[in-house]
Nanobody, 114 residues
Framework: QVQLVESGGGLVQPGGSLRLSCAAS?????TGWYRQAPGKQRELVAL???????NYADSVAGRFTISRDNAKNTQYLQMNNLKPEDTAVYYC???????????WGSGTLVTVSS
């Protein structure tokens, strides 16, 4: 099991950018970001494997970029051209081994509003 700590959320105007970070307490295999808006279910935003394979939700493809620094056990989500519908609590997720259990951070709030 790994501990995950997110940072970088906040208030931004539509069209603006934010960068989320997720620091893990140990080595991680696969990792990603999920989000949950008020009254909605948690949904996948982006995933990245240890080798750099990525996958994005259609709603963020072309605007968000996930990356990772394996030496620092940290991954990032660069969010550009933010829209009000991106407002949600963003959660970092990670597995320490292939097929292992999901570990979750406590979440960071992103609010996109003018």
């Amino acid at each position: 099991q790994v501990q995950l700590v997110e940072s970088g959320g906040g208030l931004v105007q539509p069209g603006g950018s934010l960068r989320l970070s997720c620091a893990a307490s140990g080595t991680i295999f696969s990792t990603g970001w999920y989000r949950q808006a008020p009254g909605k279910q948690r949904e996948l935003v982006a995933l990245i494997s240890r080798t750099g394979w990525t996958n994005y939700a259609d709603s963020v493809a072309g605007r968000f970029t996930i990356s990772r620094d394996n030496a620092k056990n940290t991954q990032y989500l660069q969010m550009n051209n933010l829209k009000p519908e991106d407002t949600a609590v963003y959660y970092c997720q990670a597995r320490s081994v292939r097929g292992g259990p999901d570990n979750w951070g406590s979440g960071t709030l992103v609010t996109v509003s003018s």
